[in-house]
């Protein structure tokens, strides 16, 4: 059996395994239709089933075989802020939206067989911010917070230090070695994150020329949207048109340019702007331009059918890069989880994780993990905490229901010693918090999308969290994850599946 259909049946066990260990939501079985096609029926739990089940994952794993030849395809998966406790928080709410208790679930990608921890700090912060952790990524090099793929020597909003201090990106060196190359995400094309595939700068706010400042502009640097029409990038999808667009048209450049028209004055460059253009497009050759909103994306329950989703664009993009015969490179990311995490949104935060799950539960099946890193990280988490008790298959955002004293679940939510409810889900700092007395909340209100999870101390946006995020990968040298990994080593690994050699 091939590494490629060891890694399917991996997942299809997984899936069922999610349903069996889920009980019976009835007195009678249930079915579950699998996105294998396998069809599993749920039963009572035992411990003759926990048992036969940890066998049989034992059995599995001791089948797995390293690749190790060179990697034709990478491609580095990103949920921007999804740290342990979104995951874990990701997983039970996929699973619930199935119809499953939850905790048992897997999120498609933590099937990959092999993972670690990753190690998030800049050069100078403790808790660090998209720029750098990407940068750091993208560079095989770790930097400042703030910074695009310039080195640590660049002080923040600099220009002038940060001349001479330009490094190359993984996109940058795959396009070197014949590869076609992509960036996919549901932020400003222009944010942080995927500016690090393929623009360089001190400061990660200058996105459009109008956000330059005078000394900016006097050493002669240039803002993140006019680096990507100038970029070799193949394909290029998300938001943030108005980084692209005049002031004149309701955009930000003060250059009173239009970028796209820039973009498409390039010989075989090609630009679309809604879900229809892109569905439509022949994505077998050029270069693909893809600006979907002004700014960020929607939500993924906010968005209309003009706006593509997560799993659309990287189709599209698979589609167009597959057509390379040398390969490709290829980033995708779900940055909106962070942007619902700032807001202490916990739902929308979860449904952008899931989003990201279905995206890859496709991507995973599509790919040949014979020839194609695949690797799926974060790039820092948040403040995000579940705890107090809740009952297994308690809704993962709704108020805590415990157990009895013979281990059965309640009917009716817990009380803390101020005598209110409250969520397994809260912040630690955000637009939540909440001052004494503190107010109670009811189930209905805690399962609405726009509710803010009760948070500690009162910020306008909650913050980032410091600790290790996890990575999963499949596919060749993908075994050299392990242990507990610096996070601008992630780089050398998918430089060496490239090569196949270590390169000083």
């Not at 080195?151 to 002038?160: H, L, M, V």
Request: one cysteine or more; proline letters at 4%; a negative charge.
């Amino acid at each position: 059996m091939s590494f490629v259909q060891k890694t399917g049946l991996s997942l299809a066990i997984a899936t069922a395994t999610a349903v069996l260990l889920s009980g019976c939501a009835t007195t009678g079985p249930s079915e579950t239709l699998l996105s294998s096609g396998l069809t599993a029926v749920s039963s009572p739990q035992s411990a003759t089933q926990w048992y036969q089940l940890g066998a049989s994952e034992a059995d599995q794993r001791q089948q797995q075989t390293a690749t190790t030849g060179k990697a034709k395809n990478v491609i580095l998966v990103i949920g921007d802020g999804m740290g342990i406790t979104s995951l874990t928080s990701g997983r039970i709410f996929s699973g619930q939206q199935l119809g499953l208790k939850g905790e048992e679930f897997h999120l498609s990608f933590e099937s990959l067989p092999y993972s670690a921890l990753v190690k998030t700090y800049n050069t100078d912060q403790q808790t660090p911010d998209s720029a750098g952790t990407m940068s750091a990524i993208m560079t095989g090099t770790k930097t400042r917070a703030g910074v695009i793929a310039v080195s640590p020597q660049a002080e923040r909003a600099n220009c002038g230090s940060s001349k001479g201090t330009e490094l190359t990106s993984l996109i940058e060196f795959a396009h070197q070695q014949g590869k076609a190359t992509g960036v996919v995400t549901t932020t400003r094309i222009t944010h942080a994150t995927p500016a690090a595939t393929y623009a360089h700068g001190p400061e990660r706010n200058w996105e459009a020329d109008s956000q330059l400042p005078e000394e900016a502009k006097a050493n002669g640097c240039t803002d993140i949207a006019s680096q990507l029409v100038t970029s070799d990038l193949d394909v290029a999808f998300g938001g943030g048109l108005k980084a692209f667009t005049p002031a004149a048209t309701g955009g930000y450049r003060a250059d009173d340019q239009d970028l796209t028209a820039n973009w498409l004055a390039r010989p075989g460059h090609h630009f679309v702007s809604d879900a229809q253009q892109l569905q439509q497009a022949n994505m077998k050759n050029g270069q693909w331009l893809g600006l979907f909103s002004g700014s960020h994306l929607p939500y993924v329950d906010e968005r209309d059918d003009k706006i593509p989703g997560l799993l659309t664009m990287t189709q599209a993009a698979v589609e167009r890069l597959s057509q390379d015969s040398d390969g490709y490179a290829l980033v995708i990311e779900a940055g909106r989880i962070d942007h619902a995490h700032h807001a202490g949104n916990g739902y929308r935060a979860l449904k952008e994780t899931e989003e990201l799950h279905q995206t890859l539960d496709w991507l995973i099946n599509q790919v040949d993990l014979s020839n194609t890193l695949l690797l799926v990280t974060a790039d820092h988490s948040h403040t995000l905490t579940l705890a107090g008790y809740p009952t297994r298959g308690n809704p993962i955002n709704g108020v805590v229901k415990g157990n009895d004293d013979r281990g059965l679940p309640k009917t009716t939510p817990e009380l803390l010693e101020d005598g209110q409810s409250y969520t397994s889900m809260n912040y630690r700092n955000g637009p939540g918090a909440v001052s004494m007395p503190r107010p109670g909340v009811d189930e209905a209100t805690a399962l609405q999308p726009d509710y803010q999870q009760q948070a500690l101390i009162p910020l306008e946006s909650e913050t980032h969290g410091g600790e290790d995020v996890a990575i999963y990968g499949a596919g060749p040298y993908a075994h050299l994850l392990g242990g507990t990994m610096e996070q601008h080593w992630i780089y050398h690994l998918m430089r060496y599946a490239i090569t196949g050699k270590q390169e000083i």
